[in-house]
């Protein structure tokens, strides 16, 4: 039988799945080649309780090399850089490495992307150098974040702005208020959420919940658009507003505010939405406007049919996914379903997601806010709740490699 070669590109959420897979079914013939630029995949879910000090940096994050180990697969510590995708070629600016010397292509039979998102900061480009600190890469967030925090100790009444109006952004801010009180640093925090509000797509009970921790938090809240200047955010159109019953607007609303006015900033953290990195627009594979990869309800791309991509980085076609980790997660097993039935000639299966995903909000405290559909709860035990799921993620991964030893 001729050997085939599976190249995994990243190690996002749903290539796990993939590497579990193989580690229970080790195909014949197959040769796995796993591409991560570090050998360990942080999880977002557990950065806001990192910042508030519930958990270590090594709780957040699964090493790579056992599961690869397990899953027979060769690691390649790299980044790709570029994928001919018409000659079945992924590029590297830095050749990879993996003891094996130097390549910067890898001809591949098969391949499965899952290399996430970036952050799209394109409106905050104008901030001065040093000023701003984008939620991703996860790996440069966890090593700049605790020099934000001593730069707060040592600056009286250091401002520090959070960019995004998503449940990153509430919980980045909510996070850094907790850090910079239990520092007992004298910080002013503000959360820049668009026009649209806070939390779109949430329910009202949810977003209220939500409104209330802020407040509590002394977090004021401005709901415009930002644009990066040198010293901070320049807040453009009319600030809309949330009411915050039973008691107490948000300052948007109780203390109106002239059009375009700055907000100084001596740290700007960004929550401000996914962008796709640029060279999968040049690839060759049928791609959105924005870049994103196209794909069908099996997660094959619609223009290369030996290319598979699941998590932020694709685009279904057939309907509309949100970008987070819940669908990336739940779309790994049928992504590595489909990459054996592949191999095999098998007809592949479709990820067929729930009518609605839980979200699990922390609120900086041990205390978080569940929001599932019309229904909203919150408290310690949601907390509790969380913490439960997202250590349980951790350890299924960090299990499934010692399974295989
Ligand atoms: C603060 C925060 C909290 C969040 N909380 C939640 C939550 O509670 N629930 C939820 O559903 N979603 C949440 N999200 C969204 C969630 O993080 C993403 O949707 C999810 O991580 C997407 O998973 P992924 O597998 O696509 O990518 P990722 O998890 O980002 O994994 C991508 C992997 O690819 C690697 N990689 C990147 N570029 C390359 C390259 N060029 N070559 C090779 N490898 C590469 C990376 O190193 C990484 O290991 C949160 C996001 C943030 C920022």
Redesign the pocket.
Known sequence: MAMKRLVL????????AVLRALARTRPQGLETVL????P??????M??GWMAGHYREEDCRID?RPLADAAGARLLI????ALEADRRQLRFEQAPADGGGPADSLPYDLLSL????E?DTAALAGLAAGRLLA?????A?FTAWPRVVDTARATAGFRLCVVGG???GV??ALAAAQALRKHATTAQIALVCPPAGLLDGHAEGVRRRVLRQLVAAGITVHLQRAVGEADGLRLVGSPASHTLPPGGRLQAESCPQPDDRLLPADCVLA?TG?RP?A?LRRSGLACTAAGWVRVDAHHRSLSHAEVFA?????ARTDRAL????????HA?PILAANLLATLDGRPPRAYVPKPR?L????CGPRYAIASWGPWSAEGGWVWRW?DWI?RGFIRRHRDAAAARR
């Not at 590109?9 to 796990?16: D, T, Y």
Request: hydrophobic share 40%; charged share 10%; aromatic share 10%.
């Open positions: 590109v990243g190690g996002g959420h749903a290539q796990l591409v991560t630029p570090s360990w995949q942080y999880y977002s879910g950065l806001p790579l790299g980044a790709a850089t899952d290399i996430g998102s952050t939620v991703r890469p996860l790996p967030f998503g449940a990153a919980e980045l929550a996914a990195q060279w699941a998590g932020d980085v694709c949100a970008r987070s980790g819940v669908h990336a997660v790994g995903s979200y699990l909000i922390a969380k997202d």
